[in-house]
């Protein structure tokens, strides 16, 4: 069983977005994918599972491909039960269409090594095991087991939990998968690493998630553009050995392309020297003969076109580098305000969703949305999701606890999913009232909110705003006075993300580059408090890295809730609020 991709390349029309990519994988091959938001980490695992063709290139493709993608679209109506019993009828039909090839054997003429290849692999299918497999994987991802429930009443996370579940039962020969830690915990995680390391084909996996990397990488592909302008693959296992080389690689790119810039000025001074005898101004030697000024030009000329040609032949082409952030300077206090008060506090905090008025969606279903269903349906908490039709449920419960983030504060919030991370942030920022307990903030707190999963991140969503581009919100926030204009950062100097796609729809963003859009309006009213839900969720790792890196040393307050192992690890120091 094998996959491989030969100079594979894809072009969107006056935009190319892979050139030159050129992998091999076999059984036992774990491959990470990385790169910038936007590099076409998922446009890449859409063209190895055969969903859109290659503009050059080919992909061969032997077994059968299994791909999960970020995100979930289902059909209307459809169920936890539809995903899973298409999961068994095809491992069943697989199976007996197996079974049915060594049953016609024909053992005199028939190709022994075949026959125990396929013997194998009814045995590797397992479909007599698959209804007990299914049930493990999504009890172990957390995932909804009911089959009853409608996966579009389902979270993000969910639904994604779901199909993650159904794939590992599948046990394809080749298993893509495109950030699949953006929706576990820390057990969820642990139970997909030791699935993944033992996978008897091979797999690719695109993350962000350097832990993952750590554990299950043999190799890592890195989207980015390299010295001459194409992805590398790094043979060396690990997230540590391939930041180290390609740190290397940036250093000596980057000593490269200074000495050529310096070299580049040095020529073109000499060539500028070299013109001034062209002007008018310049006259031969007193006494020279007349003809001598016409060949000084020539040699003047033949001198000035040879430096030009050298200019060009040492010239080196150096693709625009990967973007950095460059994180505000954020402001800890405003002027009057007492370092001992806190920017915001909750006491003994409360939140239910309880069962409302009754409402209609788009495929004609009515749905109990509860007292806050309009945001749940589109900002769904992480942890519970919407539950429709039910009783009221309890998001989050905190009897006899104080939260306070003074000026300058840190708290990192950490759990399971399911024990209201994402609820106890939304009642910090006052975006979920509180069903018992106070919250008090003091006057004048601007506060940056970065959800797991928001508005903009699907692009129905984003059209849904009224908003075509990241430049019309950011305009509009403005306007409506929701930024002070004595306190706004320009989005284009954050480095998250480029001209172009502040001026490209929201709808035609990545999800990566959606979710640096939310980060970049967190940031733009330069917030003294940062609330960040699984920040590094559809980041590159680059970023990741530089997110941490400005979050540890910015002067504002910061509350973090996050899965991300190295994350944790980076941010052990801080006040932990383990939620159970």
Request: hydrophobic fraction near 40%; charge should be negative.
């Amino acid at each position: 069983m094998h996959l491989v991709a030969d100079d594979l390349a894809f072009s969107y029309p006056g935009r190319d977005v892979l050139r030159g990519v050129s992998v091999s994988v076999n059984d036992g091959t774990r491959l990470g994918v990385v790169g910038e938001n936007g590099s076409g980490k998922s446009t890449f695992l859409h063209l190895l599972a055969g969903r859109i063709d290659p503009s050059g290139g080919e992909v061969r493709r032997d077994g059968v491909v299994g791909l999960v993608e970020q995100e979930l679209h289902p059909a209307p109506g459809q169920t936890v039960g539809d995903l899973v019993a298409a999961t068994l009828d095809g491992l069943r039909a697989a199976t007996a269409e197996l079974e049915a090839a060594a049953a016609a054997f024909d053992h005199d003429t028939g190709d022994l090594a075949e026959l125990q290849r396929t013997l194998g692999r009814a045995e590797h299918l397992a479909a007599w095991d698959a209804d007990r497999r299914v049930d493990v994987a999504l009890t172990r991802l957390g995932a909804p087991r009911d089959p009853g429930r409608r996966l579009d009443e389902l979270s993000v996370g969910e639904r994604f939990r779901v199909r993650l579940a159904c794939r590992i039962a599948e046990r394809a020969d080749i298993l893509l998968l495109d950030e699949p830690t953006n929706h576990l915990d820390a057990a969820a995680i642990e139970f997909l690493t030791g699935e993944l390391v033992a996978w008897r084909g091979g797999v690719v996996v695109v993350t962000h998630d350097r832990e993952l990397l750590d554990d299950a990488a043999t190799a890592i592909l890195d989207l980015d553009p390299s010295w001459d302008g194409r992805p590398v693959l790094y043979g060396q296992p690990g997230y540590l050995a391939y930041r180290f080389a390609k740190n290397q690689a940036l250093h000596r790119w980057r000593q490269r392309y200074r000495a050529e810039r310096k070299r580049a000025a040095a020529l073109a001074a000499v060539l500028d020297k070299s013109y001034e005898g062209l002007s008018d101004e310049w006259r031969p030697p007193k006494g020279s003969q007349t003809h001598r000024r016409a060949t000084r030009a020539r040699i003047h000329v033949k001198a000035a076109d040879r430096l030009i040609q050298k200019l060009g032949a040492e010239a080196i082409e150096v693709p625009v580098p990967p973007p950095v952030l460059t994180f505000p300077d954020l402001p800890a206090m405003s002027p009057g305000w007492d370092p001992a008060d806190p920017l915001v506090e909750v006491r003994s905090p409360r939140v239910e969703v309880r069962p409302a008025a009754m409402t209609s969606d788009d495929d004609g279903a009515t749905r109990d949305l509860g007292a806050h269903g309009a945001a749940a349906q589109g900002d769904r908490d992480d942890d519970v999701g919407v539950r429709w039709k039910s009783m009221p449920s309890v998001l989050l419960d905190l009897p006899g606890t104080r939260i306070a983030i003074p000026p300058s504060g840190r708290l990192l919030v950490t759990g399971p999913n399911g024990t209201g991370k994402s609820t106890l942030l939304r009642a910090l920022a006052g975006e979920r009232p509180l069903g018992r307990g106070t919250r008090t903030m003091a006057d004048g707190v601007r506060v940056g909110v970065v959800g797991q999963e928001s508005l903009a991140l699907t692009p129905d969503a984003a059209r849904r705003t009224g908003f075509e581009t990241a430049a019309d919100e950011a305009l509009a926030l403005l306007a409506a006075g929701e930024l002070d204009p004595e306190y706004v950062v320009p989005v284009a100097s954050l480095g998250l993300l480029s001209e172009e796609d502040l001026d490209r729809p929201l709808g035609e963003l990545s999800v990566g580059q959606r979710r640096r859009f939310e980060l970049a309006r967190a940031l733009v009213h330069v917030p003294h408090l940062l609330l960040l839900d699984e920040p590094t969720n559809h980041l590159s790792i680059d970023l990741v890295d530089e997110l941490t890196r400005a979050l540890i040393t910015t002067p504002a307050a910061v509350v973090v809730a996050t899965h991300d192992r190295r994350m944790r690890e980076e941010l052990s120091d801080w006040p932990e609020l383990e939620l159970t």
